[in-house]
């Protein structure tokens, strides 16, 4: 059973940086595709990022140049990388399997407050 754990959220302000992980449990880590979404107050949860097996990202147009995924299949751990962060970003970021959405985890909360 497939399970994520995020974190490394936080309060920041407008302009900063910070990096986001998600550790999966299971054992189709390396052969899995991986998304970071967000959910803002009273909003949808939205994909905003996306990493297929061998490495290649999507992004959502609102963080392009801003935002990186990344993955260490070793750690079976995905990252988000987040610069020059805007109000507007904050959410509670959860990562899953886009078009085979599992059970999410607990998400981590990132607030962009000055």
């Known amino acids: 059973q497939v399970q994520f754990v995020e974190s490394g959220g936080g309060l920041v302000q407008p302009g900063g940086s910070l990096r986001l992980s998600c550790t999966v449990s299971g054992s189709m880590f390396i052969f899995s595709a991986f998304g970071w979404y967000r959910q803002a107050p009273g909003k949808q949860r939205d994909l905003v990022a996306q990493?297929?097996?061998?490495?290649?990202?999507v992004y959502t147009d609102s963080v392009k140049g801003r935002f990186t995924i990344s993955r260490a299949n070793a750690k079976q751990t995905v990252f988000l990388q987040m610069n020059s962060l805007k109000p507007e970003d904050t959410a509670v970021y959860y990562c899953n399997v886009p078009d085979d959405l599992r059970s999410w985890g607990q998400g981590t909360q990132v607030t962009v407050s000055s």
């Open positions: 990493i297929t097996p061998d490495g290649s990202s």
